[in-house]
């Protein structure tokens, strides 16, 4: 329950959920992790954004605790980002150490930057950070929420529908239940939902203005004689 911490270091008493007021303290203290903080308690409370204020010094705090890939089952490897040219082993993420920054390169950054790509074998660089690599070692926005590659023995999952507001893609989460036996549920496009609810109030706007035309003229036609100039004036004059 004691912490020993060692100068320099900036000491922060109550923020009291005021959160443009904390990061007003970065701006004149520092960002972490460039300077270090203590802060004393009395992070939530009384003001607006203490849910905003919390996370974001939590973030602060546990970012770099956070695990870098988990395996189910002994079977399923999972990762933010994908495989590497330096993995051998399963042994090599258990040995990283944590609190630990993410580094430009290497194992660890590639368990969270690398991507699948068709276009290529082996590795590649991959835009200057991580990798790309192809199937026979084995992504971005998918548009249905997940995708296959190199036979089935990697899957993409993204979970996030209309992906910053320009994308229609459909986000997905993969369900496994205790045979391994997969599934995956579907959030779709609120844009595409949008624009084909619209589609189908026009298309059903359109066929109203048919049925009622068919209608009229069915009317008309069963009254008497076939329509004449002279009918549809008198009775555009009554309306």
Known sequence: MLLELKAPINICGNICGQYTDLLRHFEHGGVPPESNYLFLGGYVNRGKQSLETICLLLAYKCFNCLPAAAIINEKIFCCHGGLSPELHSLDQIRQI???TDVPDCGLLCDLLWSDPSNNVENWQENYGVSSEFGANVVTEVVEDGYEFFANHQLVTIFSAPDYTGEYDNAGAIMSIDQNLTYSFKILHSRTKQI??????MNNLS?????ICQENVHQTNIGNGEALKDSNVYTLNKEA
Do not use: G, I
Request: proline share 7%.
């Open 195 to 200: 624009n084909n609810q619209n589609n189908n």
């Open 97 to 99: 150490q944590r609190p």
């Open 206 to 210: 359109l066929t109203q203005m048919d």
